[in-house]
């Protein structure tokens, strides 16, 4: 069995990023624990706080945070680092070369009925001439990410890991170590699931309400098959299922807000787990645009999101049109 650092040497990826993405364990790993322990740690519930997306902040949400803040900034690699949970972005080492933008607790919502949530980061060069502590030196297309990844706290806690040779697997085990143990995940190209808030429907534009309305109809509609619908309400948790054993997950535009193109975050979300799912051979796109090419504006941005099995986004796409002048495709282009 290999460890996380063995393989990446094996590999033969730079020293700088094996340091780097042993420092992000180190903090994930430490996560981990504060989580096992729940109430007994007294890291349940929420804070009295509201973070730059309006949102009340669990108490986990600020310790994951502070944790990961706290290893990358000792890291002299590290030159800044972004979260979603910051309202701007905090400079680090002024000689290093990494950016790492991180969700340091994705689906915490979930925290205190215990179910699976996760740890979503980004590694990217720090351009040249650009200041760490300013937004414009975050704001890189995702086809620029040098790695991506997510720690899943679930059962057992599970790193997926890609830097654009592949997407591998790797499991925490008792010693602390993170070893290897799925090598070249690929999805499916086929599946029979779905995850969608469905509480949203009204919200949708036409073309996402046919695209499901079909999938509800199962063997008897269109699409002439019956398929089955997941939700778990945790990106971490709906992409690994995606990486597992196929699916699509979809968190599309809808009209409550029409300044924003959708729930999750471009920087954050959308661009580090589009690198995955395009390294495990499937699709990310807004509906309109695959997401790694969206230009970013700012920090913050939001995005509209499918990802999954190849056949399945490929039929949702078909129902968009290219042609489409809705609001919805302005904003996700």
């Known amino acids: 069995m290999l460890l996380l650092s063995q393989f990446l040497k094996q590999q033969e990826t730079e020293d700088t990023l094996v340091d780097l993405i042993g420092t992000l364990m180190l903090a994930c790993k430490e996560v981990a624990i504060q989580l096992r322990e729940g109430e007994l740690a007294g890291v349940l519930g929420a804070t009295d706080n509201t973070n730059v997306q309006g949102e009340t902040q669990k108490k986990m949400d600020v310790i994951a945070n502070d944790l990961l803040k ?12 972004a979260s979603e949970e910051e309202d701007h972005p905090v400079a ?7 950016l790492v933008i991180f969700d340091p607790l994705d689906g915490s919502s979930n925290i205190d009925v215990n ?4 740890t979503i980061f980004s590694i990217l060069a720090l351009p040249e001439d650009m200041d760490p502590s300013q937004d ?34 790797f499991t925490l085990a008792h010693t602390g170590d993170f070893i290897l143990t799925r ?38 509609g269109p699409r002439e098959k019956n398929y089955n619908m997941r939700w778990i ?9 995606v990486l597992t054993r196929g699916g699509i997950f979809t968190y599309p535009w809808d009209s409550r807000d029409p300044a924003k193109p959708g729930k999750l975050r471009l920087m954050y979300e959308g661009n580090p787990m589009s690198m995955l799912i395009e390294q495990a051979d499937g699709i990310s796109s807004t509906c309109y645009k695959d997401i790694m090419d969206l230009e970013p504006k700012h920090i913050h941005q939001r995005s509209a999101v499918a990802l999954g099995s190849k056949e399945e986004v490929n039929a949702l796409l078909s129902y968009h049109s290219p042609e489409s002048t809705g609001q919805a495709a302005e904003l996700n282009r």
């Open 92 to 98: 680090g080492n002024p000689e290093g070369k990494y």
């Open 136 to 169: 414009e030196a975050y704001l890189q297309c995702g086809r620029k990410q040098i790695a991506s990844g997510y720690v899943l706290y679930g059962q057992s806690s599970v790193l997926a890991l890609t830097t654009g040779h592949g997407v591998n697997f």
């Open 233 to 241: 309400a945790s990106m971490v948790a709906e992409v690994h299922r």
């Open 183 to 220: 090598e070249q995940v690929t999805i499916p190209a086929t599946t029979k699931e779905f995850a969608v808030n469905m509480s949203n429907h009204r919200f949708w534009e036409d073309e996402m309400r046919n695209y499901v309305g079909d999938l509800l109809q199962g063997a008897d």
């Open 70 to 81: 706290k290893f990358l900034l000792d890291n002299p690699l590290v030159a800044g680092l």
């Open 115 to 118: 179910v699976s949530v996760g």
